[in-house]
């Protein structure tokens, strides 16, 4: 697990690597059309997403008193891959200012995936000690790691317990800002198009 745990991490520093290139050699470029732009970057940005979703997963078992420091990590990440797609589908008049809008929230999505990684690597070097002595265990290798008294292990069930709490916390109050938000939109959107009539007449 540990080991396909690290693969996937160097494949999302590979991709990252290659977007970073695309970014900073003009394959992605302010002067392209946005289709262009989407055309050359999208299918790394999708797999991106099914890298880090992925991490996510081992990042919850190795480390469950962390989870929502993982999520929020995580939804910070894909809020930033969404606004770039969405970048380029956007009406600002000039293909340049939307593909430049985009490229700029590429650029902010890369930075922040870089922090995610670190995170990922950090874990990886220190994940919660139950669970690396099951894990350690599971590989049928003799545990050198001290006996774990009840009391510790306890307090290690409380954590995880915690932890999915937590993240269910973190879930239902995303969905109602994402609720919100969309309400805002719509209402934002009205009153454009009131104002725009008013104009016209």
Known sequence: MIDRFGDRIKELESVVREIA??????????????????????????????????LREYLYILKPEKV??????????????????????????AEGESSQASVDELS??????SEFVS?????????????ESILTLRQGRKSDAPSMAPA??????DLVKEAQ?????ITELSTKMEHQLSAIKEECEELY??????EEE
């Open 68 to 93: 929502p420091t993982i999520q929020q990590s995580v939804t910070g990440i894909f809020e930033r891959l969404d606004l770039f797609q969405e970048s380029l589908t956007m009406d600002r008049g």
């Open 165 to 169: 709490s937590s993240y269910g916390e």
């Open 108 to 113: 902010k999505a890369l930075g922040e995936i």
């Open 21 to 54: 290139i695309d970014i900073t050699t003009g394959t992605v470029v302010d002067r392209l059309p946005p289709e262009k732009v989407w055309e050359t970057a999208g299918p790394k940005v999708s797999m991106v997403k099914e890298l880090i979703k992925e």
């Open 193 to 198: 198009f009131s104002l725009s009539k008013k």
């Open 152 to 157: 510790r292990i306890k307090y290690l069930r």
């Open 119 to 131: 995170l990922c690597r950090a874990i990886k070097a220190d994940p919660s000690e139950i669970i």
